[in-house]
Antibody, heavy 118, light 112 residues
Framework: QVQVQESGPGLVKPSETLSLTCSVS??????????WGWIRQPPGKGLEWIGS???????YYHPSFQSRVTISLDTSRNQCSLKLTSVTAADTAVYYC??????????WGQGTVVTVSS | DIVMTQSPFSLPVTPGEPASISCKSS???????????LDWYLQKPGQSPQLLIY???IRASGVPDRFSGSGSGTNFTLKISRVEAEDVGLYYC??????????FGPGTRVDL
Protein backbone atom coordinates (compact mmCIF):
# COMPACT_ATOMS: atom_id res chain seq x y z
CA GLN A 1 0.00 0.00 0.00
CA VAL A 2 1.49 3.27 -1.13
CA GLN A 3 1.74 5.97 1.52
CA VAL A 4 2.71 9.59 1.07
CA GLN A 5 3.81 12.27 3.48
CA GLU A 6 4.34 15.95 2.82
CA SER A 7 6.98 18.01 4.56
CA GLY A 8 8.42 21.48 4.43
CA PRO A 9 8.65 24.81 6.25
CA GLY A 10 5.41 25.89 7.83
CA LEU A 11 6.19 29.58 7.47
CA VAL A 12 7.35 31.36 4.32
CA LYS A 13 7.92 35.08 3.87
CA PRO A 14 6.09 37.01 1.16
CA SER A 15 7.91 37.10 -2.19
CA GLU A 16 10.00 34.06 -1.27
CA THR A 17 9.79 30.50 -2.61
CA LEU A 18 7.67 27.79 -1.03
CA SER A 19 9.36 24.38 -1.24
CA LEU A 20 7.61 21.17 -0.21
CA THR A 21 8.52 17.50 -0.43
CA CYS A 22 6.29 14.49 -0.80
CA SER A 23 7.93 11.28 0.44
CA VAL A 24 6.52 8.06 -0.99
CA SER A 25 6.72 4.66 0.66
CA UNK A 26 5.38 1.25 -0.29
CA UNK A 27 6.15 1.52 -3.96
CA UNK A 28 8.35 3.21 -6.54
CA UNK A 29 7.47 6.79 -7.23
CA UNK A 30 8.11 6.22 -10.90
CA UNK A 31 5.38 3.81 -11.88
CA UNK A 32 3.24 3.48 -14.95
CA UNK A 33 0.18 3.31 -12.73
CA UNK A 34 0.60 6.67 -11.12
CA UNK A 35 0.99 10.29 -11.52
CA TRP A 36 1.51 12.55 -8.60
CA GLY A 37 -0.53 15.62 -7.89
CA TRP A 38 -0.29 18.60 -5.61
CA ILE A 39 -3.56 20.02 -4.33
CA ARG A 40 -4.04 22.83 -1.86
CA GLN A 41 -6.81 24.02 0.43
CA PRO A 42 -6.80 27.65 1.65
CA PRO A 43 -8.28 28.19 5.10
CA GLY A 44 -12.03 27.63 5.04
CA LYS A 45 -12.05 26.98 1.30
CA GLY A 46 -12.22 24.08 -1.10
CA LEU A 47 -9.67 21.95 -2.92
CA GLU A 48 -7.57 23.44 -5.71
CA TRP A 49 -5.42 21.42 -8.07
CA ILE A 50 -1.96 22.97 -8.53
CA GLY A 51 -0.21 20.58 -10.86
CA SER A 52 0.86 17.02 -11.57
CA UNK A 53 3.83 15.03 -12.73
CA UNK A 54 3.77 11.71 -14.59
CA UNK A 55 6.22 8.84 -14.16
CA UNK A 56 7.83 10.00 -17.37
CA UNK A 57 8.61 13.34 -15.79
CA UNK A 58 6.06 15.25 -17.85
CA UNK A 59 4.49 18.05 -15.87
CA TYR A 60 1.15 19.79 -16.11
CA TYR A 61 0.18 22.90 -14.18
CA HIS A 62 -2.99 24.80 -13.49
CA PRO A 63 -2.88 27.97 -15.60
CA SER A 64 -3.20 30.07 -12.43
CA PHE A 65 0.17 28.75 -11.21
CA GLN A 66 1.91 28.14 -14.55
CA SER A 67 4.40 30.99 -14.19
CA ARG A 68 5.31 30.26 -10.58
CA VAL A 69 5.28 26.51 -10.06
CA THR A 70 7.69 23.65 -10.62
CA ILE A 71 7.00 20.00 -9.77
CA SER A 72 9.74 17.42 -10.00
CA LEU A 73 10.57 13.82 -9.15
CA ASP A 74 13.61 12.52 -7.30
CA THR A 75 13.50 8.80 -7.99
CA SER A 76 16.63 8.11 -5.93
CA ARG A 77 14.86 9.40 -2.83
CA ASN A 78 11.35 8.34 -3.90
CA GLN A 79 10.18 11.90 -3.52
CA CYS A 80 8.15 14.45 -5.39
CA SER A 81 8.69 18.15 -4.81
CA LEU A 82 6.74 21.35 -5.26
CA LYS A 83 8.24 24.80 -5.63
CA LEU A 84 6.07 27.90 -5.77
CA THR A 85 7.82 31.21 -6.25
CA SER A 86 6.86 34.76 -5.31
CA VAL A 87 4.36 33.70 -2.69
CA THR A 88 1.80 36.00 -1.15
CA ALA A 89 -0.68 35.65 1.70
CA ALA A 90 -3.09 34.12 -0.82
CA ASP A 91 -0.80 31.08 -0.97
CA THR A 92 -1.46 30.29 2.69
CA ALA A 93 -3.04 26.84 2.64
CA VAL A 94 -2.80 23.19 3.51
CA TYR A 95 -0.83 21.52 0.72
CA TYR A 96 -1.55 17.90 -0.17
CA CYS A 97 0.34 15.40 -2.26
CA UNK A 98 -1.73 12.61 -3.77
CA UNK A 99 -1.30 9.72 -6.16
CA UNK A 100 -3.62 9.41 -9.15
CA UNK A 101 -4.28 5.85 -10.25
CA UNK A 102 -6.03 5.82 -13.65
CA UNK A 103 -9.23 7.52 -12.54
CA UNK A 104 -8.90 9.17 -9.15
CA UNK A 105 -6.61 10.40 -6.40
CA UNK A 106 -6.64 7.23 -4.35
CA UNK A 107 -3.90 7.96 -1.83
CA TRP A 108 -3.47 11.30 -0.07
CA GLY A 109 -0.91 12.56 2.37
CA GLN A 110 -1.97 14.11 5.65
CA GLY A 111 -1.19 17.57 4.29
CA THR A 112 1.21 20.23 5.43
CA VAL A 113 0.21 23.70 6.59
CA VAL A 114 2.01 26.61 4.95
CA THR A 115 1.55 30.15 6.19
CA VAL A 116 2.87 33.09 4.20
CA SER A 117 3.69 35.92 6.53
CA SER A 118 6.52 38.26 7.36
CA ASP B 1 -12.05 24.22 -18.35
CA ILE B 2 -14.77 22.04 -16.93
CA VAL B 3 -16.60 23.81 -14.11
CA MET B 4 -18.07 21.71 -11.33
CA THR B 5 -20.99 22.80 -9.17
CA GLN B 6 -22.51 21.10 -6.14
CA SER B 7 -25.73 21.40 -4.22
CA PRO B 8 -26.65 21.93 -1.55
CA PHE B 9 -23.91 24.04 -0.01
CA SER B 10 -24.76 22.63 3.40
CA LEU B 11 -26.76 19.54 4.31
CA PRO B 12 -27.99 18.83 7.82
CA VAL B 13 -28.52 15.10 8.27
CA THR B 14 -30.11 12.76 10.79
CA PRO B 15 -28.44 9.45 11.67
CA GLY B 16 -30.29 6.56 10.09
CA GLU B 17 -31.87 8.74 7.42
CA PRO B 18 -30.84 8.92 3.76
CA ALA B 19 -28.98 11.85 2.25
CA SER B 20 -27.96 12.90 -1.23
CA ILE B 21 -25.65 15.43 -2.84
CA SER B 22 -25.82 16.68 -6.40
CA CYS B 23 -22.87 17.46 -8.64
CA LYS B 24 -23.07 18.98 -12.09
CA SER B 25 -20.38 19.55 -14.69
CA SER B 26 -20.27 22.18 -17.43
CA UNK B 27 -19.36 19.48 -19.96
CA UNK B 28 -20.19 15.82 -20.27
CA UNK B 29 -17.87 13.56 -18.30
CA UNK B 30 -18.80 10.49 -20.32
CA UNK B 31 -15.69 8.98 -21.86
CA UNK B 32 -15.65 6.87 -25.01
CA UNK B 33 -14.96 3.91 -22.75
CA UNK B 34 -18.47 4.24 -21.39
CA UNK B 35 -17.29 5.42 -18.00
CA UNK B 36 -18.05 8.78 -16.47
CA UNK B 37 -14.88 10.34 -15.12
CA LEU B 38 -16.40 11.68 -11.94
CA ASP B 39 -15.05 11.05 -8.45
CA TRP B 40 -16.38 11.71 -4.97
CA TYR B 41 -14.20 12.50 -1.97
CA LEU B 42 -14.97 12.92 1.71
CA GLN B 43 -12.88 15.15 3.93
CA LYS B 44 -13.66 14.35 7.53
CA PRO B 45 -12.94 17.07 10.11
CA GLY B 46 -9.22 17.54 10.59
CA GLN B 47 -8.33 14.91 7.98
CA SER B 48 -7.18 14.82 4.40
CA PRO B 49 -9.66 13.93 1.66
CA GLN B 50 -10.37 10.27 1.04
CA LEU B 51 -11.66 8.67 -2.13
CA LEU B 52 -15.22 7.36 -1.89
CA ILE B 53 -16.37 6.78 -5.46
CA TYR B 54 -14.55 6.78 -8.79
CA UNK B 55 -15.73 6.50 -12.36
CA UNK B 56 -19.09 7.80 -11.25
CA UNK B 57 -20.30 4.73 -9.40
CA ILE B 58 -17.49 2.44 -8.28
CA ARG B 59 -16.86 2.40 -4.55
CA ALA B 60 -13.23 2.66 -3.52
CA SER B 61 -11.70 -0.08 -1.45
CA GLY B 62 -13.05 -0.16 2.10
CA VAL B 63 -15.91 2.28 1.47
CA PRO B 64 -19.14 1.13 3.12
CA ASP B 65 -21.93 0.09 0.79
CA ARG B 66 -24.25 2.73 2.21
CA PHE B 67 -22.43 5.11 -0.17
CA SER B 68 -23.44 4.98 -3.81
CA GLY B 69 -22.75 7.12 -6.83
CA SER B 70 -24.95 7.51 -9.87
CA GLY B 71 -25.51 9.70 -12.88
CA SER B 72 -24.09 10.24 -16.32
CA GLY B 73 -23.05 13.02 -18.62
CA THR B 74 -23.30 16.21 -16.63
CA ASN B 75 -25.49 15.24 -13.67
CA PHE B 76 -24.33 13.10 -10.78
CA THR B 77 -25.53 12.15 -7.32
CA LEU B 78 -23.89 10.77 -4.23
CA LYS B 79 -26.30 8.97 -1.95
CA ILE B 80 -25.90 7.78 1.60
CA SER B 81 -28.58 5.21 2.31
CA ARG B 82 -28.45 5.57 6.09
CA VAL B 83 -26.28 8.32 7.50
CA GLU B 84 -23.95 7.51 10.35
CA ALA B 85 -22.29 10.00 12.67
CA GLU B 86 -18.90 9.30 11.09
CA ASP B 87 -20.16 10.52 7.70
CA VAL B 88 -19.99 14.20 8.64
CA GLY B 89 -17.54 16.34 6.75
CA LEU B 90 -16.98 18.00 3.41
CA TYR B 91 -17.91 16.13 0.26
CA TYR B 92 -16.28 17.06 -3.04
CA CYS B 93 -16.88 15.88 -6.56
CA UNK B 94 -14.04 16.06 -9.06
CA UNK B 95 -13.93 15.65 -12.82
CA UNK B 96 -11.10 13.49 -14.08
CA UNK B 97 -12.07 13.48 -17.75
CA UNK B 98 -9.50 16.12 -18.60
CA UNK B 99 -6.86 14.55 -16.38
CA UNK B 100 -4.32 15.72 -15.38
CA UNK B 101 -6.28 18.99 -15.56
CA UNK B 102 -8.75 17.95 -12.89
CA UNK B 103 -11.24 20.29 -11.23
CA PHE B 104 -13.07 19.99 -7.96
CA GLY B 105 -16.55 21.10 -7.03
CA PRO B 106 -16.91 23.71 -4.29
CA GLY B 107 -17.86 21.12 -1.68
CA THR B 108 -20.93 20.24 0.36
CA ARG B 109 -20.78 20.37 4.14
CA VAL B 110 -22.65 17.53 5.83
CA ASP B 111 -23.42 18.02 9.52
CA LEU B 112 -25.60 16.30 12.07
Amino acid sequence: QVQVQESGPGLVKPSETLSLTCSVSGGPIRSTSYYWGWIRQPPGKGLEWIGSIYYSGSTYYHPSFQSRVTISLDTSRNQCSLKLTSVTAADTAVYYCASFDSAAFDVWGQGTVVTVSS
Amino acid sequence: DIVMTQSPFSLPVTPGEPASISCKSSQSLLHSSGYNYLDWYLQKPGQSPQLLIYLGSIRASGVPDRFSGSGSGTNFTLKISRVEAEDVGLYYCMQALQTPYVTFGPGTRVDL
